[in-house]
């Protein structure tokens, strides 16, 4: 879309912010190309809109799989490989591979949880952001395109669903 403008609509409070979403998509704007900035977490299903996928469960899970593995081949390879018998001792210890099992899982799966966050949220991103301070004072900010020609409808139908103010937006480099 080369002939767009992107607003930015400041709301005060979430109630109004949900019914300016549903305007806009009334109005045909796709959700990809609108983003809510908040200075609290607002959950998506509150504002109406579509539940973001995250990848970040199949990296824990694959994280305490390696895990898992690890503790594995520590208690059970290494023996295999070079088995030492310690007198009476069995050559593969039960009870301390389940401690070792869990620590070595739990690292695994904080790890990799840790680091799918950065990778999911696409962190850290050089590309510039759209941000107004106001946010930091509590409003919700909604940034979305609409076409060029277009733009006095989409400030009043904002102004209409109960914005503070509503105005062309460029992102900037933070």
Do not use: W
């Amino acid at each position: 879309m080369s002939d767009s403008v992107m607003l930015l609509a400041l709301f005060d409070e979430i109630d109004p912010a949900a019914k300016g979403i549903a305007r806009l998509r009334e109005m045909g704007v796709d959700d990809s190309r609108m983003e809510v900035i908040s200075g609290i977490p607002i959950p998506e299903r509150v504002l109406g809109r579509p539940r973001v996928r995250t990848h970040v469960p199949l990296f824990a899970l694959a994280g305490a799989a390696l895990g898992l593995a690890a503790a594995v081949f520590f208690m059970e390879g290494i023996p295999l490989l070079f088995p030492l018998h310690v007198g009476g001792q069995p050559l593969y210890p039960f009870p301390p591979l389940l401690v070792v099992g869990f620590e070595l899982s739990m690292l695994g799966l904080m790890t990799a949880a840790f680091l799918g966050v950065f990778i999911d949220s696409r962190f850290p991103s050089d590309e510039p952001k759209e941000y107004t301070a106001e946010v930091s004072d509590g409003k919700i900010a909604i940034v979305f395109t609409c076409p060029a020609d277009a733009v006095n409808t989409y400030e009043a139908a904002m102004g209409a669903a109960g914005a503070a103010r509503t105005e062309p937006v460029e992102a900037k480099q933070l």
